[in-house]
C-alpha cells in the first residue's frame, strides 16, 4: 500500500501559485519525500525532493512540516502545460527501492 | 544530453507470443529500474539493477516475466506467452547512483497491447 495520500484532483487559475498536499505520516527517519508529475502518455517527470527542509528549484519548492508527516508541493506561477498528475512518494531504506506509488494528484489548470 | 530511451514505443502482440522491451539508460547511471502502469493506475515495480549487484526481482508478477542488463548498460525486459492482463505501459527509469537521495528518470514507456 502506497504510504502517502493526496487529493484525487485539484484546480489552479493559470498564473496562480498551486498548492499540491501530501500527507505521509507514517514516514521514517531515513525516507526522502519525492515529488514527480505525469503529461498524458508521458513517463513520470521529476520535480523535486527532501529529507528535512524545505527546497526549492527551478521547477517548484517543497515545503515539509517540522514532523514531517506531510508536505506541500509549490508550483509558483502555474501555466497550462503544468496540467498533469502529481504523484508524492516516499523512498528510503524502510521502503526498500520499491517506491510505491498512490494515485496521485489530477491537477488542472484553467485558463 | 539524451534522456533514457525505450523502444519500441508501441507494440501490438497476439495472446501466447513473445516480447522483448528494450530500455537505453542515461549514460553512467548505474541503477536501473523497471515499472508498469496500467490504465488510470499508479506505478507497479517490477524489477531492480545495480551495478554489478544481482538484481531485485521480487516485483516480477509470474515466471513469465524476466530482464536483463548487459554491460551495466542496456537493459531488455522480456515477456514469454504474453496475456491480455499484461497488456500496460513499462517504464524504464536510471539513477546516477545508489540510494534514496538520487532521483529517478524515467523514459516514456512502451505500450504494450496483446490482443
Known amino acids: 500500500d502506497a504510504k502517502t495520500t493526496q487529493p484525487t484532483s485539484m484546480d489552479c487559475a493559470e498564473g496562480r501559485a498551486a498548492n499540491l498536499p501530501c500527507n505521509h505520516s507514517t514516514i521514517s527517519g531515513n525516507e526522502y519525500v519525492y515529488w514527480y508529475r505525469q503529461i498524458h502518455s508521458q513517463g513520470p517527470q521529476y520535480i523535486i525532493h527532501?529529507?528535512?527542509?524545505?527546497e526549492t528549484n527551478e521547477m517548484a519548492s517543497l515545503i515539509i512540516t517540522e514532523d514531517r508527516k506531510s508536505s506541500t508541493l509549490i508550483l509558483p506561477h502555474a501555466t497550462l502545460r503544468d496540467t498533469a498528475v502529481y504523484y508524492c512518494i516516499v523512498r528510503g531504506m524502510d521502503s526498500n527501492y520499491q517506491l510505491i506509488w498512490g494515485a496521485g494528484t489530477k491537477l488542472i489548470i484553467k485558463p | 544530453g539524451a534522456g533514457v530511451s525505450q523502444s519500441p514505443s508501441n507494440k501490438v502482440t497476439e495472446k501466447g507470443k513473445d516480447v522483448e522491451l528494450r530500455c537505453d539508460p542515461i549514460?553512467?547511471?548505474?541503477?536501473l529500474y523497471w515499472y508498469r502502469q496500467s490504465l488510470g493506475q499508479g506505478l507497479e515495480f517490477l524489477i531492480y539493477f545495480q551495478g554489478n549487484s544481482a538484481p531485485d526481482k521480487s516485483g516480477l508478477p509470474s515466471d513469465r516475466f524476466s530482464a536483463e542488463r548487459t554491460g551495466g548498460s542496456v537493459s531488455t525486459l522480456t515477456i514469454q506467452r504474453t496475456q491480455q492482463e499484461d497488456s500496460a505501459v513499462y517504464l524504464c527509469?536510471?539513477?546516477?547512483?545508489?540510494?534514496?537521495?538520487?532521483?529517478?528518470?524515467f523514459g516514456n514507456g512502451t505500450r504494450l497491447t496483446v490482443t
Open positions: 527509469a536510471s539513477s546516477p547512483r545508489q540510494g534514496f537521495n538520487s532521483p529517478l528518470h
Open positions: 527532501g529529507l528535512k527542509n524545505n
Open positions: 549514460s553512467g547511471h548505474t541503477a
